[in-house]
């Protein structure tokens, strides 16, 4: 099972709002991982998490802050978004980070569509 | 320049042609290599994973990559309709970089039948 489960699917939120993305995987993997993409763009990395351990924030606005309860559960806390930070957000899971020598294939889910108004 | 160049399409063929994708890349760093399928408004979809030169081959799917020429291809044998979508190709190192994936802008795929 390759299996990387989002909640909600749909979110409309207003710039003063707070919501949460969840993010869910069973497959044992140790790395987990937060990308935004824009429409007709590829997805852009946000956060990576290693057991449980935030590993890259590639310098994400404080507006979003992401947090790993277990090694199954990645969130995505969101407070005070902007109109452009409407977009699709995919979470995705790997084995590990690759560090033994070789890349973990990053398998995704189907995101959460993202409209801030 | 980008690291990862991909021609965005669209790419328009009759049903039971051959597709043919082509991402180049300039990072010689890059060791492995992946293919993924987007259908419109959900998430990626692991096709192929390859780490060598040479062709690999999965049921319609055939990965190609020359690290020579810094250029990897995917091919779609006997085109189906439900192939269409975007295509994206993805790169990674060989070293603990957070296992950081570098994509190609995509390119969008539409098979008439």
């Known amino acids: 099972d390759t299996e990387v489960t989002q909640t909600p699917k749909h979110l409309v939120m207003g710039m003063t709002n707070k919501k949460s993305l969840k993010c869910e995987q069973h497959m044992g993997h140790r790395a987990m991982y937060w990308y935004k993409q824009k429409a007709k763009k590829p997805p852009e990395l946000m956060f990576v998490?290693?057991?449980?351990?935030?590993?890259i924030n590639e310098s994400v606005p404080s507006r979003f802050s992401p947090e790993c309860p277990n090694s199954s559960l990645l969130n995505l806390h969101l407070h005070a978004l902007q109109p452009e930070d409407s977009a699709l957000y995919l979470c995705a899971s790997s084995q590990d980070l690759g560090t033994s020598g070789r890349s973990d294939t990053q398998y995704f889910g189907p995101g959460t569509r993202l409209t801030v108004l | 320049q980008k690291e990862v160049e991909q021609d965005p399409g669209p790419l328009s063929v009759p049903e039971g042609a051959i597709v043919s994708l082509n991402c180049t890349y300039s990072n010689s760093a890059f060791q492995y290599f992946m293919w993924y399928r987007q259908y419109s408004r959900k998430g990626p979809e692991l096709l192929m994973y390859?780490?060598?030169?040479g062709n690999k081959e999965d049921g319609r799917f055939t990965a190609q990559v020359d690290k020579s020429s810094k250029y990897i291809s995917l091919f779609i044998r006997d085109s189906q309709p439900s192939d269409s979508a975007t295509y994206l190709c993805a790169m990674s190192e060989n070293k603990a970089a957070g296992n950081k994936l570098t994509f190609g802008g995509g390119t969008r795929v539409l098979v008439k039948p």
């Open positions: 390859t780490y060598s030169s």
């Open positions: 998490y290693s057991y449980e351990k935030l590993s």
